[in-house]
C-alpha cells in the first residue's frame, strides 16, 4: 500500500498548482486537507459521484488528481471523508464561484486574451487614485449592483477627469450581492456579481488602454465570516476555532470574528503570500492595498509588543520583497493608520516594505479643519504639519486624502455633508469641501480622491446607494474644479512641475488669519516652483503681503473661488502678481495677494 502511494505521489508531482488547474490532458485537482482520511473531487464530470475520482495522498497533507475528463467550466467540490465526519467543500483556492454558497468553476487563466498593450504605472509621484467601490460606481439596471462591465462604460470619464489610477475596493467573492468587500468568503474568486474573473481582467485592460493603472483591495486580517468553507476546512479545529486556516487560540480575535489567518503556519502563509502575487500575475494589477495592516502585525492592533504577531509581519515583509522583486514599479499600501515610519521602510532593514500608506496624520487633521465651522477653532499650525509630514523622508510614501470608504461611512459622512447636513449644495459646504480638495491635490504625497467626490455626492458611502449621474450636469461646475486642479497636479500643461515634487516650505502659517501659504518645488525655478496660499476663513483679505520664491511675474493657474466652478462663488478678480525684489519672510521677493474667503490659489511663473 505504501508502494502505491508512493506511485501516486511521484505520478502527481509533475502537476504543479493548487485547486484546479488546466493541462492538456485534463484537469488537475489538488487541495490542502492533513486531516482527511479520503478525499474525492465531484462535480458535473462524473455526475457529483462520490466515488468516481478519489485524490491521492501526497506529501504534507496535500491530496491530489488528474481528471481526464473534466475541463474548464466544470462545476466541482471536494468531498472530504475525515475522523470528524465527512464534509462537501469549496476549494480554498477556486479562482471562480456560481455564488459564494455554490459551487466552484474551473477556470483557466491562459483563456483570457490580454491583446498586450504595453502598459506600465506611472512613476508614484505622478499617480492620482480614485478610489471605486464597483458595486455603486455605475449602477445601469436598478436593483442590480454595478458590475465589471457598467465601470468599464464610465473609464472615459475618469480619462477625462485626470486620474491615472483606480482602487478597487475588494472583488473577491462575498456573500450575497452588496457587500464592501472586506468580507472575503472565497479569497481567490472574483465576485460572481461582479463580473467573475474575466470581467476584472476586462476592466484591467481596459483601464490600461485608458492610460489608468489598477491597484486592488485585498483583506488578509481575516476572512469571511460567512459563506466561509475555510472554516473548519477538513474537521480538526481546538478551542472552538477555525481548524487549519485560523488561529485557533487567543490570536484568533479579531473586530471581525475570531477568524484571523494562521500567519504562523507554512501552508497558510503560502496560500496568502501566493494570492497576493497572483493578483498581480494573473490579474496585471498595478498594486495592492492591503486592508486594516494592524491587526495582521497585532492581535488588537493597539501597539502593545505582548500582542505582537511576529509571524504576521514576517508575512508581509516576504510579500512586499518578492513584490519589489518580480513585479517593479508596482505598488503596495498599507492601510495602517498609526503613521510609523517602519510600515514604509525596506524590509531589508526591518521595516514592513510597503511602498506606501494611508496617511491619518493627513486625512483626521485636515477634515478637522475643513469641517469645523468657527474659523476660530480653525488649527493653521495642525494644518501645516499634516501638509508637511512625510515616512522616512519620502513623501510619496503616504496618501493624502479628505475622503475614502471609511472616512465617509461608519457614522461620518462626506465632507461638504458633514459642514452642511442635508444640504451640501450650500455655500459653506462648498467652498471648504474644495479647499480640502485643493489641499489633498496639492499637498506633497499620492492624492486619493473617493468616487462622487467630484460630484458633490451627499449623505455617505453605503453598498447600496449607487453614485447619481446626474449630478454630473446638475455640479458641472464642481467636477471641472477637480478636472482643472487634477491637470495641474499632473503638471498637464508643463508649468507646475513642483506639484509632482518631494518638497515643501511653508512660507506662511498665519493662525490669527487662518492663511497658509506654501512654496512646492522639485528641482525649482520656473515653470516647477509652484506657489499656494489657502484662506482658510471667512473674511477677504486685501494686500496681503507675502514672501515669493523669486521675483517677477507669477501667473494664476487656479482659484478656487472662480465663478465657472459655482455661480455662487464671488469670482473676485484675483490676477497674476508681480513679486518685487527684497527680502520677506526669509525669500528674495515679496507680492501682494487678494484673498477670497475660503479660497486657494495657485501661482507659477513660465521663465
Given at each position: 500500500?505504501?508502494?502505491?502511494?508512493?506511485?501516486?505521489?511521484t505520478?502527481t508531482?509533475q502537476?504543479?498548482?493548487?485547486g484546479a488547474?488546466?493541462?492538456?490532458e485534463?484537469?488537475?485537482?489538488?487541495?490542502?486537507?492533513?486531516h482527511?482520511?479520503?478525499?474525492?473531487?465531484?462535480?458535473?464530470?462524473?455526475?457529483?459521484?462520490?466515488?468516481a475520482n478519489?485524490?491521492?495522498?501526497e506529501?504534507?497533507g496535500?491530496?491530489?488528481?488528474l481528471?481526464e475528463?473534466?475541463?474548464?467550466g466544470?462545476e466541482?467540490k471536494f468531498?472530504?471523508?475525515?475522523?470528524?465526519?465527512?464534509?462537501?467543500?469549496?476549494?480554498?483556492?477556486?479562482?471562480k464561484?456560481?455564488?459564494?454558497?455554490?459551487?466552484?468553476?474551473?477556470?483557466?487563466?491562459?483563456?483570457?486574451?490580454w491583446?498586450e498593450?504595453?502598459?506600465?504605472?506611472?512613476?508614484?509621484?505622478?499617480?492620482?487614485?480614485?478610489?471605486?467601490h464597483?458595486?455603486?460606481?455605475?449602477?445601469?439596471k436598478?436593483?442590480?449592483?454595478g458590475t465589471?462591465?457598467?465601470?468599464?462604460?464610465?473609464?472615459?470619464?475618469l480619462?477625462?477627469?485626470g486620474?491615472?489610477?483606480?482602487?478597487?475596493?475588494?472583488?473577491?467573492?462575498f456573500?450575497g450581492?452588496?457587500?464592501w468587500g472586506y468580507n472575503?468568503?472565497?479569497p481567490?474568486?472574483?465576485?460572481s456579481?461582479?463580473?467573475g474573473p474575466?470581467?476584472?481582467?476586462?476592466f484591467v485592460?481596459?483601464?490600461?488602454e485608458?492610460g489608468?493603472a489598477?491597484?486592488?483591495d485585498?483583506?488578509?486580517n481575516h476572512?469571511?465570516?460567512s459563506?466561509?468553507?475555510?472554516?473548519?476546512f477538513?474537521?480538526?479545529q481546538?478551542?472552538?476555532?477555525?481548524?487549519?486556516?485560523?488561529y485557533n487560540?487567543?490570536?484568533?480575535?479579531t473586530?471581525?470574528?475570531?477568524?484571523r489567518?494562521?500567519?504562523?503556519?507554512?501552508?497558510?502563509?503560502?496560500?496568502i503570500h501566493?494570492?497576493a502575487?497572483?493578483?498581480?500575475?494573473?490579474?496585471r494589477?498595478?498594486?495592492?492595498?492591503?486592508?486594516?495592516?494592524?491587526y495582521?502585525r497585532n492581535?488588537?492592533?493597539?501597539g502593545?509588543?505582548?500582542?505582537?504577531?511576529?509571524?504576521?509581519m514576517?508575512?508581509m515583509?516576504?510579500?512586499?520583497?518578492?513584490i519589489r522583486q518580480?513585479?517593479?514599479?508596482?505598488?503596495?499600501?498599507?492601510?495602517d493608520?498609526h503613521?510609523?515610519d517602519?510600515?514604509?521602510?525596506?524590509?531589508?532593514?526591518g521595516?514592513?516594505g510597503y511602498?506606501?500608506?494611508?496617511d491619518?496624520?493627513f486625512?483626521h487633521t485636515?477634515?478637522?479643519?475643513?469641517?469645523?465651522?468657527?474659523?476660530?477653532?480653525r488649527?493653521?499650525?495642525?494644518?501645516v504639519e499634516?501638509?508637511?509630514?512625510c515616512?522616512?523622508?519620502?513623501?510619496?510614501?503616504?496618501?493624502?486624502?479628505?475622503?475614502?470608504?471609511?472616512?465617509?461611512?461608519?457614522?461620518?459622512?462626506?465632507?461638504?455633508?458633514?459642514?452642511a447636513a442635508?444640504d451640501v449644495n450650500?455655500w459653506?459646504s462648498?467652498k471648504r469641501?474644495?479647499?480640502?480638495?485643493?489641499l489633498?491635490?496639492?499637498?506633497?504625497?499620492?492624492?486619493?480622491?473617493?468616487?462622487?467626490?467630484?460630484l458633490?455626492?451627499?449623505k455617505?458611502f453605503?453598498?447600496?446607494?449607487?453614485?447619481?449621474?446626474?449630478?454630473?450636469?446638475?455640479?458641472s461646475?464642481?467636477?471641472?474644479?477637480?478636472?482643472?486642479?487634477?491637470?495641474?497636479?499632473?503638471?498637464?500643461f508643463g508649468v507646475?512641475a513642483?506639484?509632482?515634487?518631494?518638497?515643501v516650505?511653508i512660507?506662511?502659517?498665519?493662525?490669527e488669519?487662518?492663511v497658509?501659504?506654501m512654496?512646492?518645488?522639485?528641482n525649482?525655478?520656473?515653470?516647477d516652483?509652484?506657489?499656494v496660499?489657502f484662506n482658510?476663513?471667512?473674511?477677504?483679505?486685501?494686500?496681503?503681503?507675502?514672501?515669493?520664491?523669486?521675483?517677477?511675474l507669477?501667473n494664476?493657474?487656479f482659484?478656487?473661488?472662480?465663478?465657472k466652478y459655482d455661480?455662487?462663488?464671488?469670482h473676485?478678480?484675483?490676477?497674476?502678481?508681480?513679486a518685487?525684489?527684497?527680502e520677506?519672510?526669509?525669500l528674495?521677493?515679496?507680492?501682494?495677494?487678494?484673498?477670497?474667503?475660503?479660497?486657494?490659489?495657485?501661482?507659477?511663473?513660465?521663465?
Amino acid at each position: 500500500m505504501e508502494n502505491l502511494q508512493a506511485e501516486d505521489a511521484t505520478a502527481t508531482a509533475q502537476y504543479t498548482g493548487m485547486g484546479a488547474t488546466c493541462f492538456n490532458e485534463g484537469v488537475f485537482y489538488r487541495v490542502w486537507a492533513p486531516h482527511a482520511e479520503n478525499v474525492s473531487v465531484i462535480g458535473n464530470f462524473n455526475n457529483w459521484d462520490e466515488n468516481a475520482n478519489p485524490l491521492h495522498p501526497e506529501e504534507n497533507g496535500m491530496w491530489g488528481a488528474l481528471i481526464e475528463n473534466s475541463a474548464e467550466g466544470d462545476e466541482y467540490k471536494f468531498l472530504l471523508q475525515t475522523p470528524y465526519g465527512t464534509f462537501m467543500r469549496n476549494d480554498p483556492y477556486a479562482l471562480k464561484m456560481t455564488n459564494s454558497a455554490g459551487n466552484c468553476i474551473v477556470y483557466n487563466h491562459n483563456s483570457f486574451d490580454w491583446q498586450e498593450t504595453g502598459y506600465t504605472i506611472p512613476a508614484w509621484n505622478e499617480i492620482i487614485v480614485y478610489e471605486m467601490h464597483v458595486g455603486t460606481f455605475n449602477v445601469t439596471k436598478e436593483n442590480d449592483p454595478g458590475t465589471f462591465y457598467t465601470a468599464i462604460e464610465r473609464l472615459p470619464y475618469l480619462k477625462e477627469m485626470g486620474f491615472n489610477a483606480v482602487e478597487l475596493m475588494p472583488c473577491s467573492e462575498f456573500p450575497g450581492s452588496r457587500s464592501w468587500g472586506y468580507n472575503p468568503s472565497n479569497p481567490y474568486a472574483i465576485e460572481s456579481d461582479y463580473g467573475g474573473p474575466d470581467g476584472l481582467k476586462a476592466f484591467v485592460k481596459a483601464a490600461h488602454e485608458a492610460g489608468i493603472a489598477v491597484i486592488l483591495d485585498v483583506v488578509y486580517n481575516h476572512f469571511g465570516p460567512s459563506d466561509l468553507d475555510l472554516w473548519q476546512f477538513d474537521g480538526w479545529q481546538e478551542n472552538d476555532g477555525g481548524g487549519i486556516y485560523f488561529y485557533n487560540d487567543w490570536k484568533a480575535e479579531t473586530p471581525w470574528g475570531k477568524t484571523r489567518p494562521d500567519y504562523g503556519r507554512n501552508e497558510v502563509r503560502q496560500y496568502i503570500h501566493d494570492n497576493a502575487l497572483m493578483w498581480l500575475r494573473d490579474y496585471r494589477v498595478d498594486g495592492l492595498r492591503m486592508d486594516m495592516v494592524p491587526y495582521i502585525r497585532n492581535v488588537k492592533a493597539d501597539g502593545n509588543p505582548d500582542n505582537d504577531i511576529p509571524e504576521g509581519m514576517s508575512l508581509m515583509q516576504w510579500i512586499n520583497e518578492d513584490i519589489r522583486q518580480q513585479f517593479p514599479n508596482r505598488i503596495t499600501i498599507a492601510e495602517d493608520m498609526h503613521s510609523l515610519d517602519f510600515i514604509t521602510h525596506p524590509a531589508s532593514e526591518g521595516g514592513l516594505g510597503y511602498g506606501s500608506q494611508w496617511d491619518a496624520k493627513f486625512v483626521h487633521t485636515i477634515r478637522e479643519a475643513i469641517i469645523t465651522p468657527n474659523d476660530a477653532d480653525r488649527d493653521i499650525h495642525k494644518v501645516v504639519e499634516a501638509i508637511t509630514f512625510c515616512y522616512n523622508m519620502d513623501s510619496f510614501q503616504r496618501i493624502v486624502y479628505t475622503e475614502s470608504h471609511d472616512e465617509v461611512a461608519n457614522g461620518q459622512a462626506r465632507v461638504a455633508e458633514e459642514i452642511a447636513a442635508d444640504d451640501v449644495n450650500n455655500w459653506y459646504s462648498k467652498k471648504r469641501a474644495a479647499l480640502g480638495v485643493v489641499l489633498v491635490l496639492t499637498s506633497p504625497g499620492i492624492p486619493m480622491i473617493f468616487q462622487g467626490q467630484p460630484l458633490l455626492e451627499d449623505k455617505w458611502f453605503s453598498d447600496n446607494d449607487p453614485i447619481d449621474w446626474s449630478r454630473l450636469e446638475k455640479f458641472s461646475g464642481y467636477a471641472t474644479l477637480h478636472n482643472e486642479i487634477i491637470h495641474l497636479r499632473r503638471n498637464w500643461f508643463g508649468v507646475t512641475a513642483g506639484l509632482q515634487g518631494q518638497h515643501v516650505e511653508i512660507i506662511r502659517a498665519d493662525n490669527e488669519r487662518k492663511v497658509i501659504v506654501m512654496h512646492r518645488w522639485q528641482n525649482g525655478g520656473p515653470k516647477d516652483s509652484v506657489v499656494v496660499a489657502f484662506n482658510l476663513s471667512h473674511e477677504k483679505y486685501d494686500d496681503y503681503k507675502v514672501g515669493f520664491p523669486a521675483k517677477g511675474l507669477w501667473n494664476l493657474r487656479f482659484n478656487s473661488d472662480d465663478q465657472k466652478y459655482d455661480p455662487e462663488f464671488s469670482h473676485i478678480a484675483t490676477h497674476d502678481v508681480d513679486a518685487h525684489e527684497g527680502e520677506y519672510d526669509s525669500l528674495p521677493a515679496y507680492a501682494s495677494l487678494t484673498l477670497p474667503a475660503y479660497t486657494a490659489l495657485i501661482f507659477s511663473q513660465e521663465g
